[in-house]
């Protein structure tokens, strides 16, 4: 593991750091299997153990890693199977968000969406483009006042995504439906149509997954 990472500030130090191994591990410089060596991480941090420890804790709870005895942090790999898992409990998880978020939604909430469907139109990366579809979503569910909810959901999004982009997700038209779906569903939330933006949140999540399963039959 050849990495360089900023030093963290002194405030948020674990925050920092985990934000930091996230990024390198959805971008996949950090890849499954790979095993993450405390000391040489606190010396690429400039950091002890003690803020790298929790770190690592953030990260397992995201299912980014898994910390083995007597082997420590190892990058984890995703089954097919297991992002099916994941849709399945976002499926269920992130109705109920905008369920509870569209009676609250403002003018501004509208504004910032559609602000960052501007930045979707315009990007080309697609690890960057995870990024922002996460950006999306939270900003749809935020009024909705579930903080823990959308943690379990960002997490959820943000251990899926990386197995998202080493697939032809995004050489196969996929993202431009993605979007239009994503201005339809913005547009339902405007008009406070919230059972057809649900069943539409729905069906937009099962995009990926229907999208992989014929992949894998296809080979």
Not at 66 to 79: D, K, Y
Not at 125 to 151: C, D, Q, T, V
Not at 164 to 182: I, M, R
Request: aromatic share 6%; with cysteine; proline share 4%.
């Amino acid at each position: 593991m050849d990495l360089n990472f900023d030093p963290p500030a002194s405030k948020t130090t674990a925050e920092q750091i985990a934000a930091q191994l996230r990024i390198a591990i959805l971008n996949g410089k950090l890849l499954g299997g790979e095993q993450l060596r405390q000391d040489k991480l606190a010396k690429a941090f400039q950091v002890s153990r003690i803020p790298l420890r929790e770190a690592l804790s953030h990260l397992q709870a995201e299912g980014l890693i898994e910390i083995i005895p007597n082997r420590g942090a190892v990058v984890t790999h995703l089954s097919l199977q297991e992002v099916e898992e994941i849709y399945a409990m976002r499926q269920a998880l992130e109705p109920l968000a905008l369920e509870r978020a569209i009676p609250h939604m403002t003018a501004e909430d509208f504004r910032d969406a559609e602000i960052i469907l501007e930045q979707i139109d315009n990007e080309d990366n697609f690890a960057r483009w995870g990024e922002l579809n996460w950006a999306f979503h939270e900003s749809i569910y935020r009024p909705s006042g579930m903080r823990i909810l959308l943690k379990t959901v960002e997490g959820l999004h943000n251990n899926v995504v990386r197995y998202l982009q080493v697939t032809p997700l995004g050489n196969q038209g996929y993202l431009a439906k993605s979007q239009e779906q994503h201005r339809q569903l913005l547009d339902l939330c405007r008009r406070k149509e919230i059972h057809d933006a649900c069943v539409l949140l729905e069906n937009h999540l099962t995009g990926p997954v229907e999208f992989l399963r014929k992949q894998q039959t296809d080979l």
